[in-house]
């Protein structure tokens, strides 16, 4: 697509229940980044996909979030057992994979999902 | 380890310039980029720098110093619209080699009347 797209783009949820947050990047970006940004604080790296595979998941807080990207394309965040502290906008972000330089490497984001645990 | 700083409000008043600094420490360089996020919305890409100096766009303007791990954001002219948060980001280089980029807390900045 022409931008990256996520879904939906709020999402309340109670506390224990497990949800699924969807990003469709731009069509012919291999890379492909889940961030995660609370109030008032940065953006926290979560994981990074190149292709269907995830290089770099030391971001993610706990083994209560994981993450599956299929064909290269849609990535899905999935969350379980939600707790009030993982109420933040997840933002996903995506950028081709090379040459690493130019203007050009830096991200495209999407709209983010805000999620909120009650 | 990797830390980057930046102030985190700023106040300025309209058809006034602001310069908004990043300072940052990683594992070296691969580059340093500016976004500006309005309320509720994505980051958009403002500039980028790889070598040192400024790097001039329309209004906004943005300068590096690799030796001394130093940025800024100038923002001349300012309008209402330009009240956001400002991230900087810089691209460290990772033996593994890929394009991760470490953010800023980011700056709030306010335009005044």
């Known amino acids: 697509g022409a931008g990256v797209s996520q879904s939906p783009s709020n999402k309340v949820t109670e506390k224990g229940k497990d949800v699924e947050l969807r990003c469709d990047p731009i069509?012919?970006?291999?890379?492909l980044y889940w961030y995660r940004q609370s109030l008032g604080q940065g953006l926290e790296f979560l994981i990074y996909?190149?292709?269907?595979?995830?290089?770099?998941k030391s971001g993610l807080p706990s083994d209560r979030f994981s993450a599956e990207r299929t064909g290269g394309s849609v990535s899905t965040l999935t969350i379980q057992r939600t707790q009030q502290e993982d109420s933040a906008v997840y933002l996903c972000?995506?950028?081709?994979?090379?040459?690493?330089?130019?203007?050009?490497?830096?991200?495209?984001f999407g709209s983010g999902t805000r999620l909120t645990v009650v | 380890g990797q830390n980057i700083d930046q102030p985190t409000e700023m106040t300025a008043t309209e058809g006034a310039i602001v310069q908004i600094n990043c300072t940052y420490q990683t594992s070296g360089f691969n580059g340093l980029f500016w976004y500006q996020q309005h309320a509720g919305e994505a980051p958009t890409f403002l500039s980028y720098n790889v070598l040192d100096g400024l790097e001039e766009k329309g209004r906004f303007s943005s300068f590096l110093s690799r030796s001394k791990g130093y940025s800024y954001l100038l923002l001349k002219e300012l309008q209402m619209k330009d009240s956001a948060s400002y991230l900087c980001a810089v691209r460290p280089m990772f033996s593994g080699g890929y394009n991760k980029l470490i953010f800023g807390a980011g700056t709030r900045l306010a335009v005044h009347p």
């Open positions: 972000a995506s950028s081709p994979h090379s040459p690493y330089r130019g203007p050009g490497s830096g991200y495209t």
């Open positions: 996909f190149q292709g269907n595979s995830a290089p770099d």
């Open positions: 069509s012919g970006h291999t890379a």
